[in-house]
């Protein structure tokens, strides 16, 4: 059972950048699919960004493509959430989520229900 942990939140001004860590101790963490969500003050969930179990594939949501990048090291059981160029909007409490592979499917990479595991999340705030 993965447990996951977030770092690397913090306060930056917006154009500034961030890099978050979602780090595991499960051995098997190359089996598993990772992605990123945020949740604003007052609103929702939302899907960030996703990265297949070797990272051969990525996804992104329309607010931060081009932006942010999600990448893995599995050698490590590490994956990154580099975020550039960042807005006031992007102000929000980040969620790293897992997946084992076998039972992912990436067509729904976007949807909460899609992820098992789930750390605690690290805040980002950006002020303008």
């Known amino acids: 059972q993965a447990q996951l942990a977030e770092s690397g939140g913090g306060l930056v001004q917006a154009g500034d950048s961030l890099r978050l860590s979602c780090t595991t101790s499960?051995?098997?963490?190359?089996?598993?699919?990772v992605a990123w969500f945020r949740q604003g003050p007052g609103k929702e969930r939302a899907f960030v960004a996703a990265?297949?179990?070797?990272?051969?594939?990525?996804y992104y949501s329309d607010s931060v493509k081009g932006r942010f990048s999600i990448s893995r090291d599995n050698a490590k059981r590490v994956a990154y959430l580099q975020m550039i160029s960042l807005k006031p909007e992007d102000t929000a409490i980040y969620y790293c989520a897992a997946e084992e592979s076998h039972l992912y499917d990436a067509k729904y990479h976007y949807r909460s229900d899609e992820y098992k595991y789930w750390g605690q999340g690290t805040q980002v705030t950006v002020s303008s």
């Open positions: 499960e051995r098997s963490f190359s089996f598993y699919a």
């Open positions: 990265i297949t179990r070797n990272g051969d594939e990525t």
